[in-house]
């Protein structure tokens, strides 16, 4: 499990922007009772894999 700011930095992006594509659906992740999320690998490995780079 991932936090946000670990999956933004994979990604090349904004923490905020992973937080967005949460909140969106377009990610899954955990949330905690803290409030802060965890994101499973599996999802960032399907966001790569999906990317045409």
């Known amino acids: 499990?991932?936090?946000s700011?670990?999956?933004a930095k994979i990604l090349g992006v904004d923490r905020?922007?992973?937080v967005k594509w949460i909140k969106?659906?377009?990610i899954r992740a955990i949330k905690l009772?803290?409030?802060r999320y965890r994101i499973p690998e599996s999802e960032v490995k399907k966001i790569l894999?999906?990317?045409s780079d």
Do not use: D, Q
């Open 16 to 18: 905020h922007t992973v």
């Open 49 to 51: 894999e999906g990317r």
């Open 5 to 7: 700011g670990e999956v």
């Open 33 to 35: 009772p803290s409030g």
């Open 24 to 26: 969106e659906g377009k």
């Open 1 to 3: 499990m991932l936090r």
